[in-house]
T-cell receptor, first 114, second 111 residues
Framework: ETGVTQSPTHLIKTRGQQVTLRCSSQSGHNTVSWYQQALGQGPQFIFQYYREEENGRGNFPPRFSGLQFPNYSSELNVNALELDDSALYLC?????????????FGPGTRLTVL | QKEVEQNSGPLSVPEGAIASLNCTYSDRGSQSFFWYRQYSGKSPELIMSIYSNGDKEDGRFTAQLNKASQYVSLLIRDSQPSDSATYLCAVRDTGRRALTFGSGTRLQVQP
């Protein structure tokens, strides 16, 4: 167990709906990165939050947005869901933005869009 | 578009053999490389990191890096059935704080 938790575990939505996924970072970690992992693919970087500010973004449209709270937990919001958004969404927390050796993934949220 | 390429497998090896997993990357400026293991239905867990050319050993695992050839590999000695998983190669992007992952190689260790 890494100490990183995500909720919910599974989620089913329909096209056009909006979804919010949550991540609690490991104690002492101030950085959260979000990844999307489609079936049979590696994780793709969505964005990173460091001390409540977005600190880098991948090639995802603006309907993917996020927040980080003062306790360093984080949310990923996806608007206007599309079928291709069906994936495992992973958050990873780390001690700081560059400490990849201490970056730990949560168990993920499996999102299905119908 | 920065890319990380892996053979999807499956790579099948008998128990006790050496499993060799390979990865190539396109960003010549990359400096940090990681291997993750992902069991089916689980999240990735970090196995090894490597930053310098050559070999780095940790228990049964050895990571090898050749920056000139833009090539990273992972050797697993004395493979066990519990090593059966997908192995993801990841490269730290230059210019942004993100990892680019390959699509993974599925390893099957036959008892």
């Amino acid at each position: 167990e890494t100490g990183v938790t995500q909720s919910p575990t599974h989620l089913i939505k329909t096209r056009g709906q909006q979804v919010t996924l949550r991540c609690s970072s490991q104690s002492g970690h101030n950085t959260v990165s979000w990844y999307q992992q489609a079936l049979g693919q590696g994780p793709q970087f969505i964005f990173q939050y460091y001390r409540e500010e977005e600190n880098g973004r991948g090639n995802f449209p603006p309907r993917f947005s996020g927040l980080q709270f003062p306790n360093y937990s984080s949310e990923l919001n996806v608007n206007a869901l599309e079928l291709d958004d069906s994936a495992l969404y992973l958050c990873a927390s780390s001690l700081n933005p560059d400490s990849y050796n201490e970056q730990f993934f949560g168990p993920g949220t499996r999102l299905t869009v119908l | 578009q920065k890319e990380v390429e892996q053979n999807s497998g499956p790579l099948s090896v008998p128990e006790g053999a050496i499993a060799s997993l390979n990865c190539t990357y396109s960003d010549r400026g990359s400096q940090s490389f990681f291997w993750y293991r992902q069991y089916s239905g689980k999240s990735p867990e970090l196995i090894m990191s490597i930053y310098s050319n050559g070999d780095k050993e940790d228990g049964r695992f050895t990571a090898q890096l050749n920056k000139a050839s833009q090539y990273v590999s992972l050797l697993i000695r004395d493979s066990q059935p519990s090593d059966s998983a997908t192995y993801l190669c990841a490269v730290r992007d230059t210019g942004r704080r993100a990892l680019t992952f390959g699509s993974g190689t599925r390893l099957q260790v036959q008892p």
